[in-house]
């Protein structure tokens, strides 16, 4: 069974830095691409970022490009997103997904609240 | 910015058609995607490609595509379909960007 369980979600200030980890379980995931999407309360699906099987390459949104970095470990099963200079309108919980030519699977998300 | 227009809100009563659009000038050249969200829950994948329905989705869920207009159809809604409905795609910059419509909360009563 495809797991996918997103962690290190919590409150931080804003400019504040946080690196959030999508453990994968039940399939291969050095072979999958994968994704980070995120949803501010009450508000739609926003696509943030996308990696490569390898961690070669990687895509951004323009909201967070320059800000968030997309990483991952095919040793560990993990996937990474290292938030730094974080806003308020960052505020969201944080999904991870997998690709299979598109995103078929997606985690439970962690929340991520910026506020002082 | 690229983006893919959704009607905020479909309401039909049990046992009715419902039908859920999306548009966005890209998607005369990419597949659109449709995700059922439940509330509290994550989003679940019900059709790829335009209008395939992945294993476990009930049949009454089809997806059609008409130049820049995909259109989700629910034939015979069900009060377990109530729910948000998000439409998927990308722009055609060259670069990957992602792109989701703004939802569609689809009430069956």
């Known amino acids: 069974e495809v797991q996918l369980v997103e962690s290190g979600g919590g409150l931080v200030q804003p400019g504040g830095s946080l690196r959030l980890s999508c453990a994968a379980s039940?399939?291969?995931?050095?072979?999958?691409?994968m994704h980070w999407v995120r949803q501010a309360p009450g508000k739609g699906l926003v696509w943030v970022s996308r990696?490569?099987?390898?961690?070669?390459?990687?895509d951004y949104a323009d909201s967070v490009k320059g800000r968030f970095t997309i990483s991952r470990d095919n040793a560990k099963n993990t996937l990474y997103l290292q938030m730094n200079s974080l806003r308020v309108e960052d505020t969201a919980v944080y999904y991870c997904?997998?690709?299979?030519?598109?995103?078929?699977?997606w985690g439970q998300g962690t929340l991520v609240t910026v506020s002082s | 910015s690229y983006e893919l227009t959704q009607p905020p809100s479909v309401s039909v009563s049990p046992g009715q058609t419902a039908r859920i659009t999306c548009s966005g000038d890209a998607l005369s050249k990419k597949y659109a995607y449709w995700y059922q969200q439940k509330s509290g829950q994550a989003p679940v994948l019900v059709i790829f490609?335009?209008?395939k329905r992945p294993s476990g989705i009930p049949e009454r869920f089809s997806g059609s595509k008409s130049g820049t207009m995909a259109t989700l159809t629910i034939s015979g809604a069900q009060v377990e379909d109530e729910a948000d409905y998000y439409c998927y795609s990308t722009d055609t910059s060259g670069y990957y960007r992602g792109v989701f419509g703004g939802g569609a909360k689809l009430t069956v009563l």
């Open positions: 997904a997998r690709e299979t030519g598109y995103v078929d699977y």
């Open positions: 990696i490569n099987n390898d961690g070669s390459d990687t």
């Open positions: 490609e335009d209008s």
């Open positions: 039940g399939f291969t995931f050095r072979s999958y691409w």
